[in-house]
C-alpha cells in the first residue's frame, strides 16, 4: 500500500478544504461513495488534490516518501504535457524525459508491481503526439461517454434479447 488509510484522510480533508474552477469536476469527496468515479474525477484526484497533499505531506521529506513523491510528479508532469492545447517538438521531448523517468521509478520503486499494457503504451505516445498532434484532438472521450452509455443499460444480466434502448447500428 503507498498511500494507507491516514494519507488517504489527508487528501480528503485537502481535498473539502480546496476551491476548483468551475471547468473542473470536482471529485467525491470521499471514495467510498457509492458512485463510480468518471474520467473527471479521476483527473481531479491524480492531478490536483493527490499532488497538493503529497506535496504538503512529504514534500519535505527524505527516503522512500520523497522518491515516490518524485516518481509521481514525474507521471503528472507527463500527463499535463500530452494534455497541453498545443505541442511541439520540445514537449514531446519534455513528455518523453518525465514517463521514462517515471518509468524507471516504477520499476526501482514497485518492484511487486506488475507492468501493465498502458505502460508500453504510453512510451508511443511520443510517436502519436509528432503524427497527430495535441491530444485533445484525437482522445477517446467520446467512445468513453458511449461505454458509460452502454454500461447503463439495465440488461438484467440477459444477452441476446432485445432491448428497448437498441441502437440503429447495432445489425452492423
Do not use: C
Amino acid at each position: 500500500v503507498v498511500l494507507g488509510r491516514e494519507v488517504l484522510q489527508e487528501i480528503w480533508m485537502d481535498q473539502a478544504r480546496t476551491q476548483l474552477p468551475s471547468f473542473v469536476t470536482a471529485a467525491p469527496l470521499v471514495a467510498a461513495e457509492k458512485r463510480t468515479p468518471t474520467a473527471d474525477h479521476w483527473r481531479s484526484i491524480g492531478l490536483i488534490h493527490l499532488v497538493v497533499t503529497l506535496i504538503r505531506l512529504w514534500g519535505h521529506e527524505e527516503g522512500r516518501m520523497q522518491e515516490v513523491l518524485h516518481n509521481y510528479m514525474h507521471l503528472v508532469t507527463a500527463i499535463h504535457i500530452t494534455n497541453m492545447r498545443s505541442m511541439s517538438k520540445d514537449k514531446i521531448d519534455l513528455y518523453s524525459f518525465h514517463y521514462k523517468e517515471y518509468f524507471r521509478g516504477v520499476l526501482k520503486l514497485y518492484k511487486e508491481a506488475r507492468i501493465r499494457p498502458v505502460h508500453h503504451m504510453a512510451f508511443h505516445y511520443e510517436m502519436l503526439l509528432e503524427a497527430f498532434g495535441p491530444v485533445h484532438s484525437w482522445r477517446a472521450w467520446a467512445f468513453e461517454r458511449f461505454n458509460y452509455t452502454l454500461q447503463n443499460i439495465k440488461t438484467n444480466s440477459r444477452f441476446g434479447e432485445k432491448h428497448p434502448f437498441d441502437f440503429p447500428f447495432t445489425s452492423l
